[in-house]
Nanobody
Framework: QVRVVESGGALVQAGDSLRLSCIVS?????????VGWFRQTPGKEREFVTA??????YYTDSVKGRFTISRDDNKNDVYLQMNNLKPEDTAVYYC????????????????????WGQGTQVTVSS
């Protein structure tokens, strides 16, 4: 069984930075996972933010240059450094994991992920 836990969400002002953590535990020894971050606001579908699969990183256009995804060496724990936050970044951020994907395009799709965290709220005030 794999467990995914996010943390680090907070209320911040526009222009501030936050670092979200995603801890992947359980069946991880010798196993490596693709990890993605998605976000959701009320009434909207969950949208892709960023993902790491093997050594490849993917970002949605709206966060390129501001957000950075990273992974602990030899672990599945993943971090999302968010700089220059904007009010439109306000959402519940979800971390998700799945065994490494052979087709990296799948890393952008929520349906590709087997394990999800409970979400962490990020609120950016203007």
């Amino acid at each position: 069984q794999v467990r995914v836990v996010e943390s680090g969400g907070a209320l911040v002002q526009a222009g501030d930075s936050l670092r979200l953590s995603c801890i992947v535990s359980g069946r991880t020894s010798g196993y490596y996972y693709a990890v993605g971050w998605f976000r959701q606001t009320p009434g909207k579908e969950r949208e892709f933010v960023t993902a790491i699969n093997w050594n490849d990183r993917y970002y949605t256009d709206s966060v390129k240059g501001r957000f950075t995804i990273s992974r602990d060496d030899n672990k599945n724990d993943v971090y999302l450094q968010m700089n220059n936050l904007k009010p439109e970044d306000t959402a519940v951020y979800y971390c998700a994991a799945t065994p490494l994907l052979s087709n990296s395009d799948r890393a952008l799709r929520a349906t590709s992920y087997d394990y999800w965290g409970q979400g962490t709220q990020v609120t950016v005030s203007s």
